[in-house]
T-cell receptor, first 117, second 111 residues
Framework: AQKVTQAQTEISVVEKEDVTLDCVYE???????LFWYKQPPSGELVFLIR??????QNEISGRYSWNFQKSTSSFNFTITASQVVDSAVYFC??????????????FGAGTRPFVKA | SAVISQKPSRDICQRGTSLTIQCQVD?????MFWYRQQPGQSLTLIAT?????????ESGFVIDKFPISRPNLTFSTLTVSNMSPEDSSIYLC????????FGPGTRLTVL
């Protein structure tokens, strides 16, 4: 069965420090997708990144970087030089494409970094 | 990409009543999904709504409580029936094209 674990509920970080949000997933499928979303206080979900299971390349986008390691079933997200505007809830998600068709996404519980000035 | 709009954006309802939430997409999509986010919680999939077939509900969600319509490839509705305070949540519509996109959500409060 699918499962996404974000063990950190809240992380306190001082502005300009780096913060890493952990994500560990479980799946029996060989083909799957991993996502990170940001949910600011306004409530909308902002797509950050998608990774498919065959692409273990790490990615950097501005101050964001992602480390995908299939060996440990982890897809961690690092915010470099954090800013107050980074304070939001970040969700890791896992999507599978069942043989029966469709597309099923499971979300982690979310992690909220509190960035203090 | 896909642009998704939802109506209403928020509502306050009385216990025992029903609310229908609309989801409109700016392009034709095969798969549409409805999620619930209870206060302070993560997102939980309610059902998958494909045009031309009955919605497929996840464990813990039933059609009598959350009837869904999908009349065409750009529109869907979710009804929250016989509401109780436990139904107070954000309800999000989602579609999958090359990526998974989410609507802005409908914030429902049941008194």
């Amino acid at each position: 069965a699918q499962k996404v674990t974000q063990a950190q509920t809240e992380i306190s970080v001082v502005e300009k420090e780096d913060v890493t949000l952990d994500c560990v997933y479980e799946t029996r499928d060989t083909t799957y997708y991993l996502f990170w979303y940001k949910q600011p206080p306004s409530g909308e979900l902002v797509f950050l990144i998608r990774r498919n299971s065959f692409d273990e390349q790490n990615e950097i986008s501005g101050r964001y970087s992602w480390n995908f390691q299939k060996s440990t079933s982890s897809f961690n997200f690092t915010i470099t030089a954090s800013q107050v505007v980074d304070s939001a809830v970040y969700f890791c998600a896992l999507s599978e494409v069942p043989n029966t068709g469709g597309f099923k996404t499971i979300f982690g519980a979310g992690t909220r970094p509190f960035v203090k000035a | 990409s896909a642009v998704i709009s939802q109506k209403p954006s928020r509502d306050i309802c009385q216990r025992g009543t029903s609310l229908t939430i609309q989801c409109q997409v700016d392009s034709q999509v095969t798969m549409m999904f409805w999620y619930r986010q209870q206060p302070g919680q993560s997102l939980t999939l309610i059902a998958t709504a494909n045009q031309g077939s009955e919605a497929t509900y996840e464990s813990g969600f039933v059609i009598d409580k959350f009837p869904i319509s999908r009349p065409n490839l750009t529109f869907s509705t979710l009804t929250v029936s016989n509401m109780s305070p436990e139904d107070s949540s954000i309800y999000l519509c989602s579609v999958v094209t090359l990526e998974q996109f989410f609507g802005p959500g409908t914030r429902l409060t049941v008194l």
